[in-house]
């Protein structure tokens, strides 16, 4: 193994020589910039169709990403295996993950398949049903009962081998233990190591249908206790296997943890790209619209570069982050050397900027890094003059455009401090510039999940839902 390391850091060195001799510039900061995608909860990937999705992936594409990676969350789903639910929502998103992977195939990106493995279809919950907890919830199998396992295994070998007749060719496997996942009961604690023994028979499965698929794994919640004792079961039983885990940032936060790794496995990051640079109050998901995080996707690349991580993976929620993809991946690419190049470049080929507008585009779309301190009018009153010459509207400045009338419906809300009909008629225009956002532009149907009306995070939401659901709304 170690004269495989050697000669593939020597392989790496080469590239590294020829990219610079043969273009003259640096090669990519991070090797792999993965767009994760998960279609799911009603958002922008489920929704979209083939050639829709294969245009926005191709715009991806030229942002900088090299990879393209899906989950299928089988969340309200029933098995589209099981010969009776052809027509039921399980089947349709199979059907439509398919061709979002055929399109970033076809488009020369690579495929990755996110998986949690005790994560199962609705109907076979009963069967063998696992330990749930705080951190640990899902439509969940227990691995350690045999009914569970034989359940995780099929549904994979399914998986699989559909992809495969489909001419799917998967290149990795990015394994999750939670979020949905887990199981907290004694015989699957603790559950990062049934977790990893569960992703080892998972693999052969895997290999069977997609030669040469790598194992590369995701920590989004893990502990370093968990990271320690999965490095400890890699190293003594599998050494070699693991290519890379994509390790978590917090919220917040700029960088991954100093957390033990399997020996030559390569250190690289989960990038949370659906939210903007502050957190409190968090503007995230595109319950406030679309959003922007100049500052922090700057800051945490150069962390990570320090840090030595080798790529990341961006997670994403639908167009909303649409400047963020262009951000991390311009930036994560080498394409462009700072933030206001990539805003530069984003208002010149989507909003028709030109020289002497561009550099004010991109200073006015910096500003949204923190939302709630933007001054509404003089965002306003920017916006109008550098609109005035453009003809139709395209999605990408709409977009913002609604984002601007939601600040300023958000601040009449905040303007009456008290649940009078005036503040309510307020608040029902700031969903009346919602739901313009969310149906003319997004295109969204009925919201789940994270990206529900219900995980607003703006301060007046609680009361308002609070009032609503009693039944107590006067206007």
């Known amino acids: 193994m170690k004269q495989t390391l050697f000669r593939t850091g020597i392989l790496s060195a080469i590239a590294c020589l020829l990219v610079v001799s043969v273009f003259g510039q640096e090669p990519a900061l991070f090797w792999d910039r993965i767009l994760y995608a998960p279609g799911h909860f009603g958002n922008s990937y489920e929704v979209m169709g083939e050639h829709e999705m294969r245009e926005y992936l191709a715009a991806c594409k030229d942002f900088g990403f090299n990879r393209y990676a899906d989950w299928y969350d089988t969340a ?16 349709a998103l199979w059907q439509r993950k398919k061709e979002n992977f055929r399109s970033a195939q076809d488009l020369g990106l690579p495929c990755d398949l996110v998986i949690t493995p005790n994560h199962v279809f609705a109907e076979q919950c009963s069967a063998a049903p696992a330990t749930t907890s705080d951190r640990i919830f899902g439509q969940l199998v227990c691995p350690s009962k045999p009914e569970g396992h034989a359940i995780i295994l099929r549904n994979y070998e399914n998986l699989f081998a559909d992809l495969a007749a489909s001419s799917i060719r998967l290149n990795a496997l990015w394994p999750a233990p939670y979020d949905y996942g887990g199981c907290a009961c004694a015989e699957c604690d603790p559950y990062i190591l049934t977790f990893t023994k569960l992703c080892r028979e998972i693999h052969e499965i895997a290999l069977k249908h997609h030669p040469g698929i790598e194992m590369r794994f995701i920590g989004w919640w893990w502990s370093e206790e968990e990271h320690r004792l999965f490095a400890d ?87 909303l982050d649409d400047v963020n993809k262009a951000l991390l991946a311009g930036l994560a690419s080498g394409l462009h050397q700072d933030a206001t190049s990539v805003l530069t470049a984003y208002a010149r080929r989507f ?30 009153s920017t916006l109008s003059r550098l609109t005035a010459p453009i003809g139709e ?56 999940g994270c990206i529900a009306k219900s995980r607003n995070n703006l301060p007046w939401y609680p009361d308002w839902a609070k009032h609503t659901a009693a039944g107590t709304v006067i206007k």
């Not at 589209?80 to 052809?86: A, C, E, I, L, V």
């Not at 303007?415 to 295109?443: C, H, M, Q, S």
Request: glycine share 8%.
């Open 233 to 319: 079961w890699v190293d003594q039983n599998a050494p070699g296997w693991v290519k890379s885990v994509a390790l978590h940032i917090p919220y917040g936060e700029l960088d991954v943890g100093d957390v033990p790794l399997p020996a030559g496995c390569e250190r690289q990051a989960f990038v949370h790209i659906g939210y903007a640079d502050v957190t409190q109050p968090i503007d995230i998901y595109g319950l406030f619209g679309p959003v922007a995080a100049p500052n922090r996707l700057q800051q945490t690349l150069d962390a990570l570069k320090a840090h030595g991580c080798t790529g990341l993976m961006a997670y994403s929620e639908g167009v």
């Open 351 to 380: 909003f028709n900027a030109d020289d002497a507008t561009a550099a004010e585009w991109a200073a006015w779309l910096r500003a949204w890094g923190n939302p709630f301190s933007v001054d509404a009018e003089a965002c306003a």
């Open 76 to 91: 309200d789903c029933t098995d589209p295996f099981s010969g009776q639910n052809h027509m039921l929502l399980g089947n």
């Open 393 to 448: 509207h395209p999605w990408r400045l709409k977009q913002w455009e609604l984002k601007l009338e939601l600040l300023q419906a958000h601040h009449a809300v905040m303007a009456i401090p008290e649940w009078t009909p005036e503040r309510f008629n307020k608040a029902d225009d700031f969903w009346k510039v919602y739901e313009r956002l969310e149906r003319g532009v997004w295109g969204l149907g009925p919201t789940r």
